[in-house]
């Protein structure tokens, strides 16, 4: 099956700082790509979808100006925690979907954690 | 907004046995997909159902649909301690995004 590479893993920060994470497919072309965060024992909650070239569209509720999704390219996605702070921690995962794909693909996730 | 809710929310058996989660959903789909999440992991997809099919087998999996009720469900024959997971439903409405259910936490004990 396809293959969405998701990195880092895990990221440890101080609070106020920037991260980012990206996301890419690797051996598709993926259209449109979706950004989740998930807590522990819980569902996923889809924070925005990005399609390549065009600004992402957020989920009500999410700061787009604090998560900053940045599309560049068919096979690649990131996701910019902005000046995070510690209730930012989270496991965030990335997906992405091609064209007339009705399945979504995984990243393995990232773990951060805001000091 | 949530669609798919799943039950039981966690579910404990032993090597050997089925495992069946079900999962309930409110709008009308185009499609169903039930996915796996290992802990600390991203989703991996299981198997997807179309509005108009009723069963659908992929190896140890059995899914059944009932548009009728909003419901589906999910049956893992001969379980393994590998199947150790969580397992959450997803509808797609339209040609939309994936909406998630809670999951299951399905633990398989040898």
């Known amino acids: 099956g396809a293959v969405v590479s998701q990195h880092p893993s895990r990221v440890i920060c101080k609070s106020g700082t920037s991260v980012k994470i990206e996301c890419r497919s690797l051996d598709f072309q993926a259209t449109t790509m979706f950004w989740y965060r998930q807590f522990p024992k819980k569902s996923l909650m889809l924070m925005a979808t990005?399609?390549?070239?065009?600004?992402?569209?957020?989920e009500q509720g999410v700061e787009k100006d604090k998560f900053l999704i940045n599309h560049a390219s068919l096979t690649l996605s990131t996701l910019t925690v902005t000046s995070a702070h510690p209730e930012d921690s989270s496991f965030y995962i990335c997906s992405a979907r091609g064209d007339y794909n009705e399945k979504l693909f995984f990243g393995s996730g990232t773990q951060l954690s805001v000091l | 907004s949530q669609q798919g809710e799943e039950d039981p929310q966690a579910l404990s058996i032993q090597e050997g046995e089925n495992a069946t989660m079900n999962c309930s959903y409110k709008?009308?789909?185009?499609?169903l997909q039930w996915y796996r999440q290992n802990s600390g992991r991203g989703l991996v997809h299981l198997i997807l159902i179309r509005s108009n099919e009723r069963e659908k087998h992929s190896g140890r999996l059995r899914v059944t649909l009932d548009t009728s009720k909003k419901s589906s469900s999910l049956l893992i024959t001969a379980s393994r301690a590998a199947d150790t997971a969580s397992y959450f439903c997803a509808t797609v409405s339209g040609y939309s995004t994936l909406t998630f259910g809670k999951g299951t936490m399905l633990l398989v004990s040898p």
């Open positions: 709008t009308s789909i185009n499609n």
């Open positions: 990005s399609n390549e070239g065009s600004k992402a569209t957020y």
